[in-house]
């Protein structure tokens, strides 16, 4: 086995880059091992099928951290691809540099501004577009949205970023870069013209007429399983390389991403050469993705971890949590209309099959991470749908009082959870001034996640408080089963 510490670093020297320069320019604001196992392998796969280059150049809104693994080793790094028959990797060579905004925003507004820059895509998180999750508008008093209004020349926000870029290229007569959201968010491109809109609207209501009239914000549905990096994947890249890497990524084999077929100038890579979908209409398989994988991804982040269970996979191995999957997936079907030609009783086999990966370590506690900023597209527009009809939501309602025991931030040992979540401190809060009966009632009224309407159906708060009772008397694992035992819940 090599051992990293004597392997040659990845450089340009060992893997010079097989192109020349670049006419066109991506700049990927958001430089995160996701984006660098899925977009960047797409853009590489597009040159290499006879496109034309372009270049990548990524940004990093708040850590240098990215940036000072890459850029000793060139911007070069090893994408391991983990499936269950075994590992396979590529260096990776499409990355020409990180900028780190917060040392320097002005270089950021330089590269967006710069007439080469064709499109600015973004994999920023959901918390990373500042808005109010429920109501999908931007919000104006986050911090670094005030911030970023009062001082638009040193920007900390994605929105503020491109707003400034803008204007800054219609001034020079420059047309505007085309704006591709790859987050998981609904309709993520028509939310961020709405957020781009709500900001410029403050500062330059004719900024934003142009904006409006003249950019682009295609939407599109990204979907490959990326787990946040471990100390083995730089083992294994060296043992399937023979090189050092400090930046691995390691991801699924399935990749998908549809795209709205709608760029400045239509100016973009050829991705469809190498299995992109571009299309007119993205939304339903966008719902489908979103309510679907991202949905049950969640239910298994929740109800696993409280049923002390460390990654999906672990999840998924246990039967009964499996079970409850195929449950939920059964309650959500009937809300997703299905996208032309695909069978969703089939993508929901393949998403178990991908659930269950077990060269995929995907922590429950990762993807429990910021649900203030995920419940409304992954499980409330499904709850919204099943109660108009007058459906039951037995699954839909135990993963949302797992979540709200989730957040209660003690686990069923009795140890702390680390709840990562932009909105933590107030639901604490909310819980603690509400004692234990009131504690669902309390969480519900977060208008930002729940809107108005959850909280005055009567149907709703008795299905999440009574599971929510049960999660509290019997534990995670035994209420799951409980769940699956007596039909007549569902
Ligand atoms: C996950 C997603 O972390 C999470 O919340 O549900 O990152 C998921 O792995 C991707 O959307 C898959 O495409």
Redesign the pocket.
């Known amino acids: 086995m090599p051992d990293v510490s004597t392997s040659p670093r990845l450089s340009r020297k060992t893997h010079p880059s097989p192109r020349g320069p670049a006419d066109r320019r991506i700049v990927h604001l958001g430089i995160g091992a996701?984006a660098r196992a899925?977009l960047a392998l797409y853009a590489e796969d597009a040159e290499a099928a006879g496109g034309e280059a372009w270049d990548i150049l990524g940004v990093s809104l708040q850590r240098p951290d990215q940036r000072d693994r890459l850029a000793p080793q060139d911007y070069l790094y090893t994408a391991i691809e983990r499936g269950p028959r075994g590992n396979t990797a590529r260096i990776v060579n499409c990355l020409s540099g990180v900028l780190v905004a917060p040392e320097n925003p002005s270089n950021v507004l330089d590269a967006l501004a710069a007439p080469a820059t064709a499109i600015v895509t973004l994999t920023v998180t959901e918390k990373g577009y500042c808005h109010d999750p429920a109501s999908g508008r931007l919000n104006l008093s986050h911090p670094d949205i005030v911030h970023d209004l009062a001082k638009p020349d040193a920007p900390r926000t994605a929105v503020g970023f491109i707003v400034e870029a803008l204007r800054r290229r219609r001034l020079a007569g420059v047309r505007p870069f085309t704006v591709l959201s790859c987050d998981?968010l609904p309709a993520n491109g028509r939310l961020l013209a709405g957020l781009v809109a709500n900001f410029a609207e403050v500062g330059a209501p004719d900024l934003s007429a142009w904006i409006a009239a003249d950019g682009a914000f295609p939407c599109s549905m990204?979907?490959?399983?990326?787990?946040a990096a471990v100390p083995e994947d730089a083992v294994e890249a060296a043992m399937l390389t023979g090189f050092a890497d400090a930046a691995p990524v390691s991801h699924e084999p399935f990749r998908?991403w549809v795209i709205e077929d709608h760029f400045i100038d239509g100016l973009r890579p050829r991705w469809e050469r190498v299995g992109a979908m571009l299309t007119e209409n993205v939304e339903p398989f966008e719902l489908m993705?979103l309510r679907l994988?991202?949905g049950a991804?969640?239910a298994l982040?929740y109800v696993g971890y409280l049923a002390g269970r460390q990654t999906i996979a672990e999840a998924m191995a246990d039967p009964v949590l499996a079970a409850f999957v195929d449950r939920l997936w059964a309650e959500v079907l009937l809300t997703v209309p299905p996208p032309p030609e695909t069978d969703l009783v089939d993508y929901t086999r393949g998403l178990a099959e991908r659930f269950r990966n077990p060269a995929i370590q995907?922590r429950t506690w990762?993807?429990a991470?910021?649900g203030s900023q995920?419940l409304p597209q992954?499980l409330l527009g499904s709850v919204r749908d099943r109660l108009a009809r007058g459906l039951p939501i037995p699954c839909l309602a135990l993963t949302i009082a797992a979540w709200c025991r989730y957040v209660g931030g003690i686990d069923e040992t009795g140890a702390a959870i680390d709840v990562r979540d932009p909105l933590a401190a107030g639901l604490r809060a909310r819980i603690e001034g509400a004692g234990s009966e009131g504690a669902v009632r309390a969480l519900l009224s977060e208008k930002a996640i729940f809107g108005t309407d959850l909280e005055r159906h009567d149907g709703f708060i008795r299905a999440i408080e009574g599971a929510y009772a049960r999660l509290a008397r019997d534990g995670a694992r035994v209420t799951v089963e409980r769940y699956l035992l007596h039909k007549k819940d569902a």
């Open positions: 996701f899925h998981n990204v979907d490959r399983i990326v787990p998908q993705k994988l991202n991804h969640s982040a995907h990762q993807i991470m910021d995920k992954r």
